[in-house]
């Protein structure tokens, strides 16, 4: 009965809890948060004054060719 409650209806009931429950921050109405990270991060770190970027960059991260032929091999 005991493994009952806490592997089946323990877990039931704290999802349930979690989707009722109200978010502690708002979330940001600007576009590029969509969950309002950056208004939390502000609340912990300080504002920074700066609007998001309205697109996205993808980085540049090809891979890495190094030139290994002047090393020495090893006696």
């Given amino acids: 009965m005991v493994a009952a409650l806490i592997f089946i209806v323990l877990p039931v009931v704290l999802i349930v809890v979690a989707w009722r429950m109200k978010p502690l921050v708002p979330r940001d109405g600007r576009p590029g948060d969509a969950v309002g990270g950056s208004l ?10 700066l609007e998001p970027d309205p697109v996205s960059v993808r980085e540049e991260t090809g891979p890495v060719h190094f030139d290994l032929s002047d090393v020495k091999a090893r006696e």
């Fill in 40 to 49: 939390v991060a502000g609340g912990m770190f300080g504002p920074h004054g």
